[in-house]
């Protein structure tokens, strides 16, 4: 189980991140890690990039803790979960530094982010909303390798059942089809919304908002039956939903066994339902079982290749960033460099002493960005990243588009194949081969690692000890 706290550093950056980096409490630094930048230099680092900050704000960074019970996690497990941890609050948008504590029984991690994004240069919020989310990430990789997360208290269990919360768009549904179900035409449809208090928007898609929500919504976030050419269709009575519903599972459902009625009602349905599937598939011009399962197969391929195309043009982005990031402090620091350079050999250690900070990294970064050099020698134009990730973000745009579409056709023809199978008492194949494994043996396995380093270690002094 961990336990997570986060607070801001608003004047003493440079002494946090000396404090959770002490090698008597990091085993030598043997747990320290970065992202964004080096723990050397890690404070200029932040200091650069919060001098192109959108909004003023008196944070430096963020320290952000993570605590684990005695005896939970061994040190190695410790920073592996701290550093996933932080990948997944942080989004790969902020620097940040992570030191894992084990000169305690409880090992715990240390983070500290810059308060400043190099990505966009926005500053982080933090707030109610964003410390639970925080949470939300600590318990969700702790429930994956195995660890307890942290129960909810009584007071707040006790409100979570009571509370009757009814999200914005689920009101905004109920309202649309109401108004559906009465409207003469479209153009009525839109009146009647009026009527209702909603105020309504449009372009080639419809948005509506009631006077108490600031933020319109977008009808087709709500579902494909209310997209703003399907609400027309509706109206007129034209519109035929391109889902079947998925059969009901009679042996396994639990309604079914208690009751012999909804028992009976429940094969009616989907005799009813099994109909309708074939009706659908005879339209998709499906030939026969195999068909049917070459087209799932060829959906899920398509969904898992478009899927893996968006990440990977959202890593070459995170890469343009931060190569946008080290190109920016590079440029920043090289005056000062030149300046060292053209120093004479009696000024140039005291020059030296006194901006050693700066010097390490622009040498650093110089190493970093030689891969990067152009043929000619010279750095990457600005002007050709920045249009690099503009054609991606399109392409991603593009794509996103694509998926919805594909994943919405996968979604239909995966529950006619899947209504074939119940009704033919077809078992879905099990992949053995591609087994994840155990998060719990990979728990075992840590464990018993830290057991045999410190049996070595005991067995080790026992040899050095010369009362032995």
């Not at 230099?41 to 993570?66: R, V, W």
């Not at 339902?273 to 011009?285: N, P, S, Y």
Request: hydrophobic residues 30%; proline residues 3%.
């Amino acid at each position: 189980m961990a336990i997570t706290k986060i607070h801001p550093i608003k004047h003493t950056l440079g002494k946090s991140i000396i404090y959770i980096g002490n090698e008597c409490k990091t085993e030598g630094g043997k747990y320290i890690s970065t992202f964004g930048c080096a723990y050397e230099t890690a404070e200029l680092e932040f200091e650069l990039t919060a001098q192109s900050a959108k909004g003023g704000g008196e944070n430096q960074a963020y320290h952000l803790i993570q605590s684990f019970k005695p005896n939970e996690v061994t040190p190695e497990q410790c920073h592996e979960i701290g550093k996933k941890f932080a990948d997944e609050v942080l989004g790969g948008k902020y620097e940040y530094v992570i030191c894992t504590h084990t000169d305690k029984d409880h090992y715990h991690n240390h983070i500290i982010f810059n308060a400043v994004s190099f990505q966009d240069h926005k500053r982080y919020r933090s707030d109610k909303k964003s410390y639970y989310r925080i949470r939300e990430i600590s318990d969700k990789i702790c429930a994956e390798y195995g660890l307890n997360v942290v129960e909810p208290s009584g007071r707040k269990r006790s409100y979570e059942q009571k509370k009757t919360y009814v999200s914005n768009k689920y009101k905004i549904k109920k309202v649309i089809d109401e108004c559906i179900l009465f409207a003469v035409d479209y153009e009525d449809f839109l009146r009647r919304m009026r009527d209702k208090e909603y105020i309504v928007r449009e372009d080639e898609f419809l948005w509506f908002r009631d006077t108490v929500n600031k933020r319109f919504t977008k009808t087709d976030t709500i579902g494909r039956g209310y997209e703003k050419d399907n609400i027309e269709l509706r109206i007129k009575g034209m519109y035929q939903p391109k889902t079947v519903d998925l059969l009901i599972d009679i042996e396994h459902n639990v309604k079914c066994r208690q009751s012999k009625g909804y028992e009976q009602w429940a094969k009616i349905h989907n005799l009813q339902l099994i109909a309708k599937t074939l009706i659908v598939i005879h339209e998709r011009g499906i030939a026969d079982y195999d068909d049917l399962s070459k087209r799932v197969s060829e959906k899920s391929k398509k969904l898992k290749e478009t899927a893996d195309k968006i990440k990977s043009d959202k890593k070459r982005i995170a890469e343009l960033d931060a190569l946008t990031k080290k190109l920016n402090m590079y440029r920043n620091l090289k005056p000062i460099y030149e300046e060292y350079t053209k120093k004479n050999p009696l000024m140039k250690n005291g020059f030296y002493s006194n901006h050693k900070q700066e010097i390490d990294l622009f040498q650093r970064l110089t190493n970093e960005l030689k891969p990067h050099l152009t043929e000619d020698n010279k750095l990457p134009s600005a002007k050709l990243i920045e249009a690099e990730k503009q054609r991606l973000l399109t392409d991603i745009s593009k794509l996103s588009a694509l998926h919805k579409d594909i994943k919405e056709e996968y979604d239909e023809i995966a529950v006619l194949k899947k209504n074939v199978d119940m009704f033919l008492n077809i078992k879905p194949e099990r992949e053995t081969s591609k087994k994840k494994p155990s998060i719990l043996k990979k728990l075992a396995e840590y464990r018993e690692r830290a057991d045999r380093e410190t049996e070595q270690t005991q067995h080790h002094k026992g040899h050095n000890d010369p009362e032995l």
